[in-house]
DNA sequence: GCGTTTTTCGT
DNA sequence: CGAAAAACG
């Protein structure tokens, strides 16, 4: 593979030298030129937040400077459109090979395969890997070959395949530079001027950097690992690993991490430390958490934008931007869930089981969409990260196959004692009056909440987390006048729960006469076009200052059954409406499927949907009749490859980089397809017991039949 | 100790 | 809600 022309290394959220394969191939084949394409126009509604910027700016600077000591540099490229920019450098390099590791979120996926077909059009060579979990999402089924739909199942096979997850490569020892003169850089600018002194606090807590990721990855191993199980729950404890942002954008390698704790697990397990163990388990299920969100990203492109179970669609949520606004600024008058957002605020970190508190709250007992919550986190947290954060929005929503519902409210009558949905906000036992408030488990001294409310620091512990039942002579020594300095509760706990009860028994009729629309035939019957998702409503209408309802405890708000709109927070760097993109991707893919490479000898059915490649393959696998395939193969292959792929079985590798997750974007109606058949459920979960394969089933069948 | 009841916890 | 763990007697 070396010879003539250079390779492209296109770095993308893979920022680093260890355990690189694209990097690593780009070294075998001969000379390199390392390039950075920033182009966030083409991540629609998701161009990155403040703090995110802030960590790339300084992500990409920490890896230009190791590329140097190694003899290159990264050439970084301002863009509206990544696919052209890679041809230019392509041609301004002389390159004839383009090295890539695979994404799995909606955009990364289109642009990729867009990319792969572009160039190699062009006579590049275009290889792609596996850089950024234990396991590329389609080598991962269940014994028929079929997807997982829970995290359990999934997560279980994970760890016991047949094959482990490759061991770590080490940095190239030297990189021969290719012609990096003939494509000057770009200055990239990640932060305006207003951006720069709130960024400049966050040095202090933080260092972005592939070997400060690496730093973070062995400090957490060494010390606050062993006692991960112990203090996983405390809302301030130092005890998280602090990688989310290092992992977001893959300056460490997840196998690394994985390989590294796996032997301290074994050393444990010999000493016969149990803690230290389960401990060990408990870590890496938050590992497998990210490897699943990129699975259902991959199975289930929509997932960032809509419910998986399509019940959620009949939720009448609250749309209020005043509780929304209250949310953000952390004044809901719930004092953990208002330390929360600020400590979101000033530092753009939260504790996962804040994450969850804060979540809860805003789903549950403000009604407020989802998605709006969603999109607040992805502008403010450090590490924002689409498959993540949208499989743990979904899993709050309840909208996730083996998640909890949504209206878990226990035993409201048999005890008197009822909790708005687990672990969130409320356990009431007359008895245990110190337990009455969740805050207590999270926070049990209420040090957490003190330090991002000083208005409530004065105030004893017993009160801490729920200051509206505190005596007035106690409130007025601690300084707070209530509805004045702290507030009210924004909503009564009560109210929420009654309304809350409301709004599920008005989903669940919506929802039947939907079924029942269906089963007739008379499918428009009941206000469809009310119900189906929308997509972003520009920019103006959902701006959040620019008319904001008085606060009102007026239990008649607006409801309304769009879960899809979501208010714009950054200044408007948006490019185009969401349905164009897709209306212009669907035919974009239409055009050049055509144009796919057939050269090679796995390509046999080059016409066949590729929809979803790694559904295409699992059928494959399932009925064992053909070997797995991909219909989008890069062109030039050598013989090596050849042998491997045609040798292939389900547990195949893919070391050597043949395979590009494809989603093309006809995907939007195979997505609405599915939640429009998971409306036919009556609760999700006796559904799937009786049907344990159904949504596979009809999922899949719904893809080949898009084709 | 061990059956029974209560509490916890869940991606 | 239902399984698993803890607490009870």
Request: with cysteine; net charge negative.
């Amino acid at each position: 593979m070396s010879g003539r022309g250079c390779s492209i290394v296109w770095f993308r959220r893979d920022l680093r030298v260890e355990d690189n394969p694209a990097l690593a191939a780009g070294v075998r084949a001969g000379a390199v030129v390392a390039v950075f394409i920033w182009a966030p126009e083409e991540e629609g509604h998701y161009y990155p937040g403040r703090v995110s910027r802030w960590w790339l700016k300084h992500s990409l600077a920490y890896l230009d400077s190791s590329l140097k000591s190694l003899g290159t540099s990264l050439i970084t490229k301002r863009s509206t459109d990544t696919v052209s920019t890679l041809l230019e450098v392509v041609k301004s390099t002389g390159a004839t090979r383009l090295f890539f590791n695979h994404l799995y979120d909606p955009f990364s996926l289109d642009r990729d395969h867009r990319a792969k077909e572009v160039l190699t059009a062009q006579g590049i060579a275009v290889r792609t890997y596996n850089a950024d979990l234990l396991y590329d999402p389609w080598e991962v089924h269940d014994d028929q070959g079929l997807p997982f739909t829970t995290f359990a199942a999934f997560w279980e096979r994970c760890l016991s395949m047949p094959y482990d997850p490759e061991a770590p490569l080490l940095p190239p020892k030297r990189i021969t530079s290719g012609d990096v003169f003939r494509c000057p850089s770009d200055t990239l600018v990640f932060e305006d001027e207003s951006e720069k002194g709130s960024n400049a606090l966050l040095a202090r807590a933080w260092s972005p950097g592939w070997s400060n990721a690496n730093k973070a990855l062995t400090t957490f191993i060494n010390g606050p690992l062993i006692e991960y199980s112990m203090n996983r729950r405390k809302a301030d404890s130092a005890t998280t690993s602090f990688l989310s942002p290092h992992l977001h954008f893959g300056e460490v390698s997840v196998r690394k991490v994985f390989h590294l704790v796996r032997i301290k697990q074994v050393l444990w397990a010999n000493e016969g430390n149990k803690a230290g163990e389960e401990s060990v388990n408990l870590f890496l299920k938050s590992i497998g958490l990210r490897e699943y969100s990129r699975y259902m990203s991959f199975n289930h492109p929509h997932s960032h934008e809509r419910p998986l179970l399509g019940h959620l669609k009949f939720f009448p949520w609250v749309v209020d931007e005043g509780y929304f606004k209250a949310w953000r600024q952390g004044r809901t008058g719930y004092p953990l869930v208002d330390a929360g957002m600020r400590e979101l605020w000033a530092t753009g970190w939260l504790h996962d089981r804040i994450r969850v508190v804060v979540s809860s709250f805003f789903v549950k007992v403000l009604q407020l969409p989802w998605r709006w919550g969603m999109k607040y986190f992805w502008d403010t947290l450090l590490d924002a990260d689409l498959e993540s954060d949208a499989l743990g929005w979904q899993y709050i929503s309840g909208t996730l196959p083996d998640g909890r519902e949504l209206d878990r409210i226990d035993n409201p009558q048999i005890k008197s004692v009822w909790r708005l949905c687990p672990t969130e906000l409320i356990v009431v036992g007359a008895v245990k009056p110190a337990y009455e408030f969740e805050g207590y488990k999270f926070d049990p001294n209420g040090e957490y909440v003190r330090r991002w409310l000083p208005e409530l620091a004065r105030l004893p512990t017993e009160w801490i987390h729920h200051p509206w039942n505190a005596p007035e002579s106690v409130l007025q020594a601690a300084g707070i006048e209530l509805g004045s300095n702290y507030p009210l509760p924004i909503v009564e706990i009560d109210a929420a729960k009654a309304r809350l009860q409301e709004a599920l028994s008005e989903m669940w009729q919506h929802e039947a006469a939907s079924r029942a629309a269906l089963e007739n035939g008379t499918e428009e019957g009941l206000g469809e076009s009310e119900a189906l998702p929308v997509a972003f409503p520009p920019d103006t209408q959902m701006d959040v200052d620019v008319h904001e309802p008085a606060r009102n405890n007026n239990p008649t708000m607006a409801r309304r059954y769009e879960d899809q709109m979501v208010p714009s927070m950054t200044s408007s760097l948006l490019r185009v409406e969401e349905e164009e993109v897709s209306l212009d991707l669907r035919n974009r893919a239409t055009d050049s499927r055509a144009e796919v490479p057939t050269n090679v000898n796995v390509n046999q059915e080059p016409r066949r949907e590729v929809l979803n490649q790694g559904v295409m393959q699992l059928q494959a696998v399932r009925s064992n009749a053909t070997p797995p395939q991909f219909n989008i193969r890069i062109g030039l292959q050598n013989a090596e490859d050849s042998m491997a792929e045609s040798s292939s079985n389900s547990s195949r590798r893919e070391r050597d980089g043949g395979v590009v997750p494809v989603w093309s974007p006809s995907t939007s109606s195979y997505s609405e397809q599915f939640v429009g058949e998971e409306n036919g459920i009556g609760t999700s979960s006796s559904f799937l017991q009786r049907h344990p394969q159904s949504h596979q089933l009809m999922n899949w069948r719904r893809l080949s039949q898009t084709g």
